[in-house]
């Protein structure tokens, strides 16, 4: 599966972005996708994630502002950024795992997100 992440872009503190994710083929079996980020000088850490069911986590620190969701007729993942703070800026991953054994996570390129203050 190849993952094309887009959206990115600067925006001033307060503002909002929206990333997509869209796979190279249907996402109806992937089991689970989700949005991670990496700040400069820091590892990669989990933002948000949505299953089959539809079912969605979230970082802490992004609770309440961003929301992920998933459009199987479009093979693409979604993440809305409200009220965003220049400590979300990071590029931003999105992630396909199918949790078929022997088969590892597929990544896309990454989006850069820069949030001014």
């Known amino acids: 599966v190849q993952l094309q992440a887009s959206g990115g872009g600067l925006v001033q503190a307060g503002g909002s972005l929206r990333l997509s994710c869209t796979a190279s083929?249907?996402?109806?079996?992937?089991?689970?996708m989700g949005w991670y980020r990496q700040a400069p000088g820091k590892q990669r850490d989990l933002v948000a994630t949505?299953?089959?069911?539809?079912?969605?986590t979230y970082a802490d620190s992004v609770k309440g502002r961003f929301a992920i969701t998933r459009d199987n007729a479009k093979n693409t993942m979604y993440l809305q950024m409200n009220n965003l703070k220049p400590e979300d800026t990071a590029v931003y991953y999105c992630?396909?795992?199918?949790?078929?054994?022997?088969?590892?996570?597929?990544w896309g390129q990454g989006t850069l997100v820069t949030v001014s203050s």
């Open positions: 992630n396909a795992n199918t949790m078929e054994y022997g088969v590892d996570p597929y």
């Open positions: 083929r249907s996402i109806r079996t992937i089991n689970i």
């Open positions: 949505i299953n089959v069911a539809e079912r969605t």
